[in-house]
């Protein structure tokens, strides 16, 4: 038994349910949740310093109770490598997303107390999904995450929040309601199998290898439609821009930064060694949704006039690699799909928060109302930039290495697709720096800033404005995300050996090898 | 024992309380109607009970007798209220649970 | 090919010439308005101190023997997953200390330079972070000891190059300038990353020991198909045609940016690419055909849009794209012209970059005019740009002795050396090119330098700012001198007794010697003669008459398809850039409507049909107690039907 998955998980439970129970002072509900999460951080870390990747077990730090005898269920948690960084990046974000959304200004009659303590519900909600290692307790996670969220933007949202807040839920429910029946199918079959079933994941792995193919895509099927819609895969997408729209940024943040994880992470955990036959079968579909989801991701995202539906095209890009890594079948690849998936949660969550800062500024999120913030607020207009060249993987940056991984890993098995998809790094460029030129470059101008700045002529004066550059808290709740991305852009050694075996487990349970070898090793 | 009589005085009650139930508009009489309803019920089955010789059927006949009596309480007191908030007893006037 | 030994000693430091410039952005960048006053100083200082650190270990290798010269320097594991294990580490062989002393060296004298330059600039520490950036990656590109690290320095300095370039950023040209540079070099670095795919996918590695070493096992068609993405790669970063058109619009950067990264350093690194690879290259003749056919057309395009243009700098840019052709050309010829292109390249390196800082001094006199045709006579006001400038146009039209004359008369010779009609077709565009670039240097001189001052007729400059021409300040003169020098003598010393040859042998093999149709000397005096005639038919269009202040309308058909870019940019425009918008604009709709409209429509649709369908409930009791019945009717009927049939 193992306690640190089960401090990880309750942790920010208590910490809601404390939060929760501040409401009026908001300033202590803050700095409570705050603590919570920056003592979860540091669990994190124990966490990460206990997990040997060097050890041969598929999974570590577990822990198991009997929780449902009569369906084989058991409340039992455990992390591979994937399932380690993603629980690590959660605590990461954690701290930096409740900095971000310190001074929110919240709709009418919301009480910040109950913003943070629905921040902190989503946490457990989030590690319990990357820690279960029982199905029908992924399953349970994978629905209860989507409670939290969906208050957050259905009560803390822009303008068009209900609509958004509906949309994503039932998108997410119609979901997991498909894969409820796949989980379903999983316990028949085993208990076919072993005479009594069961929803162990290790279990279950060694019980489907043998599977017939045609039960294997059903089941299949499920398990990927679900993840599909969460990942989001085009033709899925379309919650995902009208959520992250009408989110607020702190949510927005852990939306697209950990919440459309769970799809990718899925397709690791669960498709690809659940259902080995129907993965390899599948796989030609499975990339040619996520190439066109990056060309299609990325012309969306030059065209969008709105900022934050603009990250989040941005994302269906990057998703689209994700995927292409996962089904590209590969160890570069692979790994280079899960630190992708990290990069993105850092990558996409500053440019959220950078966002959400240029809009406190203006009051607008259109991109029109904008242009050549760069001369009244450099540092945002720089720390715009970086997050921009982030999100366009150029070397130096986190996201350099994972593109790339997950390209020349793509490419020996899959030339045709990796070609096309390279187009995608093309077209991020331009999304990004078209973006930042209609901002921040050329004369100041654009409804926003002039009506702000209290007129064409103090607009023009940068030390008269009333637009003011980044304030201390906000340079504070960036510089650890900058700091990360120049990290994980020079030595990302560290995370690629915790996430590499677990990728070479997971080949190996889909039975395949690697298509360029490793020579006299 | 021949059952036919029994039974078809059971068909011709149940039909005559469906039909009240249908075509009167006085919930008592509804109420009624329903009573006798059960009661066809009950006749028919104590009637099969009798005829296989076994007490299964008249234990249900009891449980159905016990379900009426609780009805009557309750639906009663739904139609006296009714009654005292609307001055009417016509089931058709209570009719806010429509679209 | 001589196999790299572990670096020691002296070299064992050298990722300190990676380290101070990357050093002095970083403290820039972070320090803000606190730097401004000596953020400049700071910068000059890591640069000259690498550049001194690049001297000492050059003379260090100097006195090593041939296979000692080439090392490498292992720092840390970058990329290790799995087969791939992408190692960040530098390689110093003859050609890279060429190149580090070339930008190290250049890099100097433009810092220097960009103090007096950029002195009236708010934000002048910013200027210099972002030069420092360039240098650092500079350098990472030519240092890096694979093809991955060689990316990561490729993409650096187009990440430098577009911030300079968008230095005016408050210029909607200059950000839409930095912007396009920027993608047109993201689509040749396409090609140099599927290269790279193509490198690990057959050997399994992407360093450049393991892949030269093992460059025989890969089959003839990849061989090809990673040449001409090199060389994608290449046309991205040193506009070469078709990708050339972000060159002279990235002239709306400040000047020195244009000296350093867009004459002398950074668009070269196409030619280090080619140069580098030359093991690649050996292998294949058809892709070094396509090399010599995208240099020879680049170097004519280069020269007659040069001669269209009125634009000072823009005249130079199109200068350097055809001298950069020039070099393709060469590196193209194999091993006989590599040596060559990187002679031209460091010979260039000097001319361009005078020229270059020539224009910025006249700029900087002439309230930031870049217009030729509003300038004439300065050189009696500005003597000492005239003369480092003259000194300069000289060495680029290839006069001899002057260093253009050495590099480039041995490339033309070279390519005169090739077999059948490729000898006499790249050897002629090569004379032609030669002629061509005469005239309109030649022309550039006389309009700014010689003649009437027109500027005196026109007396202010077109912001309104009366013209007052004078020299620059000592900072801007002393880069200008020094590079002269440079122009005049770099030729004859390197070329003498085969002496840059020689020393890259160890990365580049040995120069092979041709014996083409036309022998060396031929080829010497057809060259000075054509140069001679161009710069004489320059003269007569325009040295004897008073030329115009405003550029004439009513020109010939050539004269405008050369002042429309060839119509480079208007083909860019109509096959990519209009119809990606229309494109854009039409995935956005059909993502709204069509996919959106799915989803929103099947919303729609339940919430429709169930307001339908709840008109059944009337609200009467006794028509819910008929359906009861009816339905309790059905199921009797259906178990009757069971029960009988």
């Known amino acids: 038994m193992s306690w640190t998955l089960i401090a990880l998980l309750l942790l920010p439970l208590v910490g809601s349910v404390v939060v929760a129970f501040l409401r009026g002072n908001d300033r202590i509900a803050k700095f409570v949740a705050l603590g919570f999460s920056l003592v979860e951080l540091a669990l994190a870390v124990v966490a990460w310093v206990a997990y040997d990747p060097s050890s041969t077990a598929r999974l570590q730090l577990t822990s198991s109770a009997e929780w449902i005898p009569t369906f084989g269920v058991h409340l039992s948690f455990g992390v591979d490598g994937i399932a380690l960084v993603m629980i690590a990046l959660i605590a990461f974000l954690m701290p930096v997303v409740i900095g971000g959304a310190w001074s929110d200004k919240l709709p009418e009659g919301r009480s910040a107390s109950g913003f943070f303590s629905l921040l902190l519900a989503m946490q457990t909600g989030m590690v319990g999904v990357f820690a279960a290692t029982d199905v029908f307790v992924f399953y349970v996670f994978f629905e209860a995450v989507l409670v939290p969220m969906y208050f957050l933007i259905g009560r803390f949202g822009g303008p068009n929040r209900q609509y958004a807040a509906m949309k994503f839920f039932l998108y997410s429910l119609l979901g997991g309601l498909i894969m409820l029946a796949s989980v379903i199918g999983l316990y028949v079959t085993s208990a076919d199998k072993l005479g009594q079933g069961t929803l162990d994941w290790a279990t279950l792995v060694t019980v489907m290898k043998d599977a017939p193919t045609s039960t294997q895509i059903w089941l299949f099927l499920g398990f990927f439609i679900a993840f599909a819609i969460k990942a989001p895969l085009v033709p899925l997408h379309t919650w995902l821009p009208d959520a992250g729209a009408e989110a607020p940024v702190g949510a927005g943040v852990l939306l697209v930064g950990i919440l459309d994880k769970i799809g990718t992470f899925g397709f690791l955990r669960y498709c690809l060694p659940l259902f080995p036959a129907a993965s390899k079968e599948l796989a030609p579909v499975v990339l040619s949704l996520a190439v066109v989801g990056i060309i299609y991701g990325s012309l969306l995202a030059v065209g969008q006039t709105d900022m934050k539906r603009f990250v989040a095209y941005t994302s269906i890009a990057h998703f689209g690699f994700i995927a292409l890594g996962i089904f590209a079948f590969s160890s570069q690849a692979g790994t280079g799909a899960v630190l992708y998936m990290v990069n993105h949660g850092i990558s996409t969550g500053m440019l959220f928060l950078v966002v959400g800062m240029v809009m406190s500024r203006g009051g607008s999120r259109l991109i029109q109302d904008y242009g050549g913030m760069a001369k009244l607020t450099p540092v945002l207009g720089g720390l715009f930039f970086v997050a921009g060249l982030s999100s366009l993987a150029l070397p130096g940056t986190n996201s350099f290495v994972s593109e790339f991984l997950v390209l020349i890993g793509s490419y020996p098995n899959q030339p045709v697709f990796t070609?096309?998809?390279?187009?995608?790094?093309?077209?991020?460029?331009?999304?990004?720096?078209?973006?930042?030129?209609?901002?921040?470059?050329?004369?100041?101008r654009g409804t926003a800033l002039l009506s702000v700045a209290g007129g064409p002529g103090t607009a023009k004066d940068p030390e008269r404005s009333a637009i003011k550059d980044l304030d201390k808290r906000e340079l504070a709740v960036l510089a650890p995300l900058v700091a990360l991305i120049l990290v994980l852009g020079f030595y990302p050694k560290p995370v690629l050996d915790v996430i590499t075996p677990s990728i070479g487990a997971t080949l190996s349970e889909v039975g395949v090898i690697d298509p360029v070898a490793q020579e006299g090793k | 024992m021949t059952p036919t009589y029994y039974l078809l005085l059971s068909a011709l009650l149940f039909s005559l309380g469906a039909v009240g139930v249908l075509v009167r508009r006085n919930a008592i009489v509804v109420f009624m109607c329903v009573e006798l309803m059960l009661n066809a019920?009950?006749?028919?089955?104590?009637?099969?009970?009798?005829?296989?010789?076994?007490?299964?059927?008249?234990?249900?006949?009891?449980?159905?007798?016990?379900v009426a009596a609780a009805e009557v309480v309750v639906g009663l007191t739904i139609i006296m209220s009714i009654f005292r908030t609307r001055r009417s007893a016509s089931v058709d006037d209570s009719n806010l649970l429509k679209y | 090919m001589t196999e790299p030994v572990a670096a020691s000693g002296l070299a064992s430091l050298a990722w300190l010439l990676l380290a101070l410039p990357a050093f002095g952005a970083a403290v820039l960048l972070l320090a803000g308005k606190r730097a401004d006053r000596w953020g400049h100083l700071l910068g000059c200082a890591t640069i000259i101190a690498a550049f001194g650190y690049g001297l000492a270990l050059f003379f260090t290798t100097i006195g090593q023997s041939g296979e000692e010269r080439t090392s490498e320097l292992h720092l840390f594991d970058w990329i290790p997953v799995g087969a791939l294990d992408v190692e960040f580490g530098l390689r110093l062989d003859p050609l890279s200390l060429t190149f580090v002393l070339l930008i190290t060296g250049v890099g100097s004298l433009i810092h220097i330079y960009s103090v007096g330059y950029m002195a009236h600039e708010d934000g002048r520490r910013k200027f210099f972070a972002y030069l420092n950036l360039f240098v650092s990656a500079m350098l990472l590109l030519v240092l890096g000891n694979g093809f991955v690290t060689l990316y990561f320095g490729w993409e650096g300095v187009g990440l430098a190059s577009y911030l300079l370039i968008g230095w005016y950023q408050y210029k909607p040209e200059a950000a839409s300038a930095a912007k396009k540079a920027f993608l047109m070099n993201r689509v040749g670095d396409l090609g140099l990353a599927i290269a790279i795919f193509i490198m690990f996918n057959e050997l399994g590695t992407t360093q450049y020991t393991d892949v030269f070493a093992r460059v025989d096992e890969l089959s003839s068609g990849s061989i090809l198909a990673i040449t001409l993405l090199l060389l994608l790669g290449a046309c991205g970063k040193s506009g070469q045609f078709p990708l050339q058109a972000w060159l002279p619009d990235a002239m709306a950067g400040p000047t020195p940016v244009s000296a350093l990264i867009h004459a002398a350093t950074m668009v070269t690194a196409g030619v280090y690419l080619i140069a580098r690879s030359n093991p690649i290259y050996n292998l294949s003749a058809d892709g070094r055909l396509v090399v010599?056919?995208?240099?020879?057309?680049?170097?004519?395009?280069?020269?007659?849009?040069?001669?269209?243009?009125?634009?000072?700098?823009?005249?130079?840019?199109?200068?350097?794209?055809?001298?950069?052709?020039?070099?393709?050309?060469?590196?193209?010829?194999?091993?006989?012209?590599?040596?060559?292109?990187?002679?031209?390249?460091?010979?260039?390196?000097?001319?361009?970059?005078?020229?270059?800082?020539?224009?910025?001094?006249?700029?900087?006199?002439?309230?930031?005019?870049?217009?030729?045709?509003?300038?004439?006579?300065?050189?009696?006001?500005?003597?000492?740009?005239?003369?480092?400038?003259?000194?300069?146009?000289?060495?680029?039209?290839?006069?001899?002795?002057?260093?253009?004359?050495?590099?480039?008369?041995?490339?033309?010779?070279?390519?005169?050396?090739?077999?059948?009609?490729?000898?006499?077709?790249?050897?002629?565009?090569?004379?032609?090119?030669?002629?061509?670039?005469?005239?309109?240097?030649?022309?550039?001189?006389?309009?700014?330098?010689?003649?009437?001052?027109?500027?005196?007729?026109?007396?202010?400059?077109?912001?309104?700012?009366?013209?007052?021409?004078?020299?620059?300040?000592?900072?801007?003169?002393?880069?200008?001198?020094?590079?002269?020098?440079?122009?005049?003598?770099?030729?004859?010393?390197?070329?003498?007794?085969?002496?840059?040859?020689?020393?890259?042998?160890?990365?580049?093999?040995?120069?092979?010697?041709?014996?083409?149709?036309?022998?060396?000397?031929?080829?010497?005096?057809?060259?000075?003669?054509?140069?001679?005639?161009?710069?004489?038919?320059?003269?007569?269009?325009?040295?004897?008459?008073?030329?115009?202040?405003?550029?004439?309308?009513?020109?010939?058909?050539?004269?405008?398809?050369?002042?429309?870019?060839?119509?480079?940019?208007?083909?860019?425009?109509?096959?990519f850039a209009r119809p990606g918008t229309w494109l854009t604009r039409a995935l956005v709709f059909v993502d709204n409507k069509g996919v959106d409209g799915l989803v929103n429509g099947t919303a729609a649709l339940l919430g429709g049909s169930s307001g339908r369908l709840r008109r059944l409930q009337t609200g009467f009791v006794r028509s819910y107690a008929l359906s009861m019945l009816l339905g309790a009717i059905c199921v009797l009927g259906a178990l009757l039907m069971v029960r009988f049939s």
């Open chain 2, 41 to 66: 019920v009950n006749l028919t089955l104590v009637t099969f009970s009798r005829m296989h010789g076994e007490l299964d059927g008249q234990v249900m006949g009891f449980f159905v007798m016990v």
């Open chain 3, 292 to 575: 010599m056919i995208i240099g020879g057309v680049t170097l004519l395009i280069g020269c007659v849009i040069g001669c269209a243009y009125d634009d000072f700098k823009k005249v130079l840019a199109y200068s350097t794209v055809s001298q950069i052709g020039y070099m393709i050309l060469a590196v193209g010829l194999g091993p006989v012209g590599y040596a060559l292109g990187i002679m031209h390249l460091l010979t260039h390196g000097f001319f361009k970059a005078g020229l270059f800082l020539g224009a910025g001094s006249v700029m900087h006199g002439m309230n930031d005019e870049g217009n030729i045709r509003r300038m004439g006579g300065l050189a009696k006001y500005m003597p000492i740009t005239f003369a480092t400038w003259a000194l300069g146009y000289l060495a680029l039209i290839g006069i001899p002795p002057f260093s253009g004359f050495f590099s480039k008369d041995a490339i033309i010779a070279a390519a005169f050396g090739e077999p059948g009609w490729r000898g006499y077709v790249f050897g002629g565009v090569a004379l032609l090119g030669a002629a061509l670039t005469a005239f309109y240097m030649t022309r550039l001189l006389i309009l700014v330098f010689l003649g009437k001052p027109r500027w005196k007729e026109l007396r202010t400059s077109e912001d309104g700012r009366e013209y007052h021409p004078h020299e620059s300040p000592w900072s801007m003169r002393i880069p200008m001198i020094v590079l002269a020098v440079g122009s005049v003598g770099a030729g004859f010393f390197l070329e003498n007794g085969h002496r840059l040859a020689d020393w890259l042998e160890p990365s580049l093999g040995p120069l092979e010697e041709t014996h083409g149709a036309i022998g060396h000397t031929t080829v010497a005096i057809l060259s000075v003669a054509l140069s001679v005639v161009g710069a004489a038919v320059a003269f007569l269009l325009f040295g004897r008459k008073p030329q115009p202040t405003e550029r004439p309308l009513r020109v010939s058909f050539p004269v405008r398809a050369a002042r429309a870019d060839l119509y480079g940019n208007a083909l860019n425009e109509a096959l």
């Open chain 1, 419 to 444: 070609i096309v998809s390279t187009l995608g790094m093309v077209l991020a460029a331009l999304y990004v720096l078209w973006v930042y030129q209609r901002v921040f470059q050329g004369p100041v």
